[in-house]
């Protein structure tokens, strides 16, 4: 049987998931196929939502015809997704310098449809720049992009408890690296074995994905199975790992 893993174990530090994940797509007005960048976790978790939906714990156990429905369906929402926000960033005109974060807007709805919450932000605010976050204590610079660190704003109230949040959990990331031995310590920038698949700054951004979904209230989180007891295949050929600027 392949390897399965719940979003909880998706989201540790340790997880052996990639930095990130391309789809590719095509839209009105493209000449050519085109893709977009999004972190595996925000994927897994829109699998595991509509596994859960349809009443599947594990992945691994699906029949095959149904197995290749699900998945091509998933692929077609998230496509669909894609294919909206262009839609909006054409109505609205943007400059290309905007034109460039798309990748990010995208991102911002898949999340909030995770979170079955109609999306705050208008589409012209897609050009956001991360937030970036020194965390003193976890001796860590990361960034986080702008669709993450504005829900944490929505949850926590303003931003000095969001940013003190996201600082709590570097910290607890870099406790949970050392107890597991990833940290490597002849170039602490390297995390050992399967832990070094992702950046710093990702698995931040997992933990606090995961911590949206646990807080949410969706339906399928008191389901059964829920969302976060829904077992999940990777989908290997999607991930990508980010080498010297190119990917691998």
Same mark, same amino acid.
Request: positive net charge; hydrophobic residues 40%.
């Given at each position: 049987?392949?390897?399965v893993?719940?979003?909880?174990e998706l989201?540790?530090?340790t997880?052996?998931?990639?930095?990130?994940?391309?789809?590719s797509?095509?839209?009105?007005?493209?000449?050519?196929?085109?893709?977009?960048?999004?972190?595996?976790?925000l994927?897994?978790a829109y699998?595991?939502?509509r596994?859960?939906?349809?009443?599947?714990?594990?992945?691994?156990k699906?029949?095959e015809? #149904?197995?290749? &429905?699900v998945r091509?369906a998933?692929? @077609?929402e998230l496509? $669909?997704?894609a294919?909206s926000?262009?839609?909006? /960033?054409a109505?609205?005109?943007?400059?290309?310098?905007?034109?460039?974060?798309?990748s990010?807007a995208?991102? #911002?709805?898949? &999340?909030?449809?995770?979170?079955?919450? @109609?999306?705050p932000? $208008?589409i012209s605010l897609?050009?956001?720049?991360? /937030?970036?976050i020194n965390?003193?204590?976890?001796?860590k610079?990361?960034?986080v992009?702008?669709?993450?660190?504005?829900?944490?704003?929505?949850?926590?109230?303003d931003?000095?408890?969001?940013?003190?949040?996201?600082?709590s959990?570097?910290?607890?990331?870099s406790?949970e690296?050392?107890?597991a031995?990833?940290i490597?310590?002849?170039?602490p920038r390297?995390?050992?074995?399967?832990a070094?698949n992702?950046s710093?700054?990702?698995?931040a951004h997992n933990a606090?994905m995961l911590?949206?979904?646990?807080?949410s209230?969706?339906r399928?989180l008191?389901?059964?199975?829920g969302i976060?007891?829904v077992?999940m295949?990777?989908d290997i050929?999607?991930?990508t790992?980010v080498?010297?600027g190119r990917?691998?």
């Amino acid at each position: 049987m392949p390897e399965v893993y719940t979003l909880t174990e998706l989201a540790s530090p340790t997880s052996p998931i990639y930095s990130t994940m391309s789809i590719s797509y095509s839209h009105p007005g493209s000449e050519s196929a085109s893709s977009f960048s999004l972190p595996p976790f925000l994927f897994y978790a829109y699998k595991a939502k509509r596994l859960a939906s349809l009443g599947f714990d594990d992945e691994a156990k699906v029949e095959e015809s #149904s197995f290749f &429905l699900v998945r091509d369906a998933i692929l @077609k929402e998230l496509r $669909d997704i894609a294919k909206s926000v262009h839609r909006d /960033v054409a109505k609205a005109n943007l400059s290309d310098d905007m034109k460039s974060y798309i990748s990010a807007a995208i991102q #911002s709805r898949i &999340l909030y449809s995770v979170l079955s919450e @109609k999306e705050p932000m $208008d589409i012209s605010l897609c050009n956001t720049s991360s /937030v970036p976050i020194n965390s003193v204590k976890a001796k860590k610079n990361i960034t986080v992009p702008f669709y993450i660190f504005r829900r944490m704003v929505e949850i926590f109230g303003d931003e000095a408890a969001a940013r003190q949040q996201i600082h709590s959990v570097v910290f607890n990331i870099s406790e949970e690296l050392k107890a597991a031995g990833a940290i490597n310590h002849e170039n602490p920038r390297r995390l050992n074995g399967p832990a070094g698949n992702s950046s710093w700054a990702r698995k931040a951004h997992n933990a606090l994905m995961l911590s949206f979904i646990k807080m949410s209230n969706i339906r399928e989180l008191r389901a059964s199975p829920g969302i976060l007891e829904v077992k999940m295949m990777r989908d290997i050929k999607l991930e990508t790992r980010v080498r010297g600027g190119r990917k691998s």
